[in-house]
């Protein structure tokens, strides 16, 4: 694990509730903001957490594994993820691309794995 990535999960510390683990980092982009960006997905077992830096802070896009309803994977390492959003009660769909890094199954492997209301267990 590379320093940045220990930096960012001291920062997500107060974002992974007790008792979750984390399953997988990796480094992307995604439009979760709108136009792509760089991003650092971070799978728990609870969540997924999209990490996206602009300008002077980090903006923090959490999708709860519960809410999501499907990973379409589009290409190797590239999957569009449809989740629920109560807080502005509409379904959005997000692009994960992690082929530049090499997802290695890590995070869309285990997102397709884990069905619509299936318990997120570590697999």
Known sequence: ????????????RQYIP???????????KSDALGPVHKVTAVLTSDTL??????RAKTILTEIPRADIRSVDVVEPGLAAVSFDDYTHAVRRVVQLDLRRH???EAIIGRLE????????SPI
């Open 102 to 104: 090499g997802d290695r």
């Open 49 to 54: 957490l999209l990490a996206t830096p602009v």
């Open 18 to 28: 007790e008792g979750s683990t984390v399953e997988a980092i990796e480094s992307g």
């Open 113 to 120: 794995a884990t069905e619509p209301g299936e318990d997120p």
């Open 1 to 12: 694990m590379r320093v940045s990535q220990r930096l960012l999960l001291r920062g997500l």
